[in-house]
């Protein structure tokens, strides 16, 4: 989720907005994990907080938290901790990669789309090319054309054998 916005810093002089999205579910997921999934050092097994985030009708907006001031201090550092943890990987992994995003972000540029094998293939195949890449997708599109014609043959051989079975009762 972090790799789009450490990309834009690797390559450009600015970061702009279109990450927000990504950060926002990073950070849900750092703090469901921190939260409600036990998985922090400092907090352990306990779940902090209510499932019901939601205001209804009847609930107060003042209403607290079923935890203290010092655990939510320590809930936003580990969070922050993990976000920070993640984007310093992306970061990393992209920069002993830039050869390949550079690539990849070519090819999206004048092909608009590159399915998971493609982008397989660009992380595990030294020297890559656009031409190998676009191999790989003639190939899964001759291969599906001839899955649809298999079962269409197959449909209309079915009908046939009906409708004979039909006329001979």
Do not use: P, W
């Not at 992994?93 to 999206?108: G, P």
């Not at 090319?129 to 014609?149: C, F, G, L, Q």
């Amino acid at each position: 989720l972090l790799g789009g916005r450490a990309a834009e810093e690797l390559t450009q002089d600015d970061i702009c907005t279109g990450a927000s999205n990504d950060i926002e579910r990073a950070t849900d997921i750092a703090r469901s994990i921190v939260t409600r999934f036990g998985m922090s050092e400092k907090l352990g097994l306990v779940k902090y907080g209510s499932d019901n985030n939601e205001v209804f009708l009847g609930r107060d907006f003042s209403s607290g938290s079923d935890y203290s001031q010092n655990i939510a201090a320590v809930i936003d550092d580990e969070i922050h901790a993990l976000i920070a943890e993640a984007y310093d990987r992306a970061k990393l992994l992209l920069s002993q990669n830039i050869d390949k995003l550079h690539f990849v972000a070519e090819y999206l540029l004048s092909h608009e789309d590159m399915d998971g094998d493609q982008f397989k293939a660009v992380m595990e195949t030294a020297g890559v090319t656009v031409e190998m890449i676009e191999e790989i997708a003639a190939e899964k599109e001759r291969a599906s054309r001839e899955a649809n014609e298999a079962r269409a043959k197959a449909e209309a051989e079915r009908k046939e054998r009906e409708q004979a079975e039909a006329t001979a009762a």
